[in-house]
């Protein structure tokens, strides 16, 4: 990938400024940071996930950085303004492992010149980077705060049993796994290069999956069963023959739900589009395909029965689907995955993008989790 800049200053929130930090595991990485003008201060590194970028904690930055921390948002590998990565569908998959995105948290941490941080966040995908990060490097990741993804743990054994994904098929309305279908060739293409445009896309994806979205009621469902599954919206579990861009086009928020989203101007989407317009979507699909390639999570299975023994909380939009879409993963995390498990907190108003539709509720959330943190340390 052709060399660029840093995202420009005015872009940003005042007290945030972009830069590059080199010899990040092999990547040239693009981080956001606020906080950075006192030395010596406690880190927070936040990571985002899918469809996002560094931008995505845009709202939160500088709130944190007034209560006392250095915090860092990097475009992890595959996204954004980080270069070093192989965008080839047919390249090597194993650096967008799960081990080897630990290991660029961990080597980011080191190139700012910290031993440790206070806590590691981590949104969408992001929330399972911060949870191996956790489970991995305790010694470096103190704390994990996991949000709209919950963490149930390391895979088990090898499930077997009935296939899901013939189930999905053969249900009267056949459907598809999103996750399957994200490891598809086509899905880059798909959304990229799709009849709407890409700003459109992202639009109606946002907004589909926010809680401006009518039909967000998340419930528990009953299992990992294809009819249980297929309770899911379609942005979840697909029509058979549809892509993703086909499944949210109907949903396009008009003009006057898109000026009701203050959470995410017409700017804000500029940001994003640009910057998938310019990479497109297949490194952060390469992630999807690593959990979707048995031998690939499959390596994880060495930690099988390890905990996070770090304090942890999670957030999550009360109207966001995805903390139900793995069904049981919410209540394994609290009882099981996470041996400190401090408070789960589902914020009204909110649906996946919770830090960027409820930013102050977020920032209050975390920094009683940071606080409690202090005083016990």
């Not at 080597?107 to 995908?125: E, I, K, P, Q």
């Not at 704390?143 to 993804?149: D, E, F, P, Q, Y």
């Not at 998938?276 to 299975?301: E, K, M, S, V």
């Amino acid at each position: 990938m052709t060399e660029i800049a840093s995202l420009e200053p005015e872009y940003l929130p005042d007290g945030v400024r972009a830069r590059f930090i080199n010899d990040v595991n092999g990547l040239r990485m693009h981080i956001l940071e606020a906080g950075f003008e006192e030395p010596d201060r406690p880190c927070l590194l936040l990571l985002h996930g899918f469809p996002e970028l560094a931008y995505s904690w845009r709202k939160v930055l500088v709130p944190l950085a007034a209560a006392g921390f250095h915090v860092v948002a990097p475009d992890q590998r595959g996204y954004g303004r980080t270069t070093g990565w192989d965008p080839d569908y047919d390249g090597d998959l194993n650096p967008f492992g799960m081990p080897n995105l630990v290991a660029d948290a961990r080597a980011l941490v080191s190139r700012l010149g910290y031993a440790s941080v206070a806590a590691v966040v981590g949104h969408d995908f992001g929330s399972p980077v911060a949870a191996w990060c956790a489970l991995i490097k305790p010694e470096i990741f103190r704390s994990v705060a996991l949000m709209s993804a919950p963490f149930d743990g390391p895979p088990g054994p090898v499930a077997t049993g009935p296939d899901i994904h013939a189930g999905l098929a053969a249900l009267t309305q056949p459907r598809k796994h999103y996750q399957w279908y994200y490891s598809t060739r086509s899905a880059d293409a798909d959304m990229r290069q799709c009849p709407q445009g890409l700003s459109d896309f992202l639009r109606a994806y946002y907004h589909v999956k926010s809680a401006d979205w009518p039909d967000n009621q998340p419930y528990h469902l009953a299992g990992w069963t294809a009819d249980a599954l297929a309770k899911l919206p379609r942005y979840y579990i697909m029509d058979l023959d549809r892509n993703m861009a086909e499944t949210v086009a109907p949903d396009m928020p008009s003009d006057a739900e898109i000026s009701a989203a203050t959470w995410l101007s017409e700017k804000d989407l500029q940001i994003y589009a640009a910057e998938f317009a310019r990479t497109g979507f297949q490194g952060g699909l390469q992630w999807y395909r690593c959990r979707t390639t048995p031998d690939i999570n499959g390596q994880l299975r060495k930690y099988a029965g390890q905990t996070i023994d770090v304090p942890a909380c999670f957030i999550a939009g009360a109207s966001d689907w995805g903390i139900h879409q793995v069904p049981g993963a919410l209540e394994v995390m609290q009882s099981t995955a996470c041996s400190q498990m401090t408070s789960c907190e589902l914020v009204p108003g909110a649906g996946h993008w919770v830090q960027q539709e409820q930013p102050d509720e977020v920032v209050r959330l975390l920094k009683n989790f940071l606080n409690v943190q202090r005083s016990d340390g």
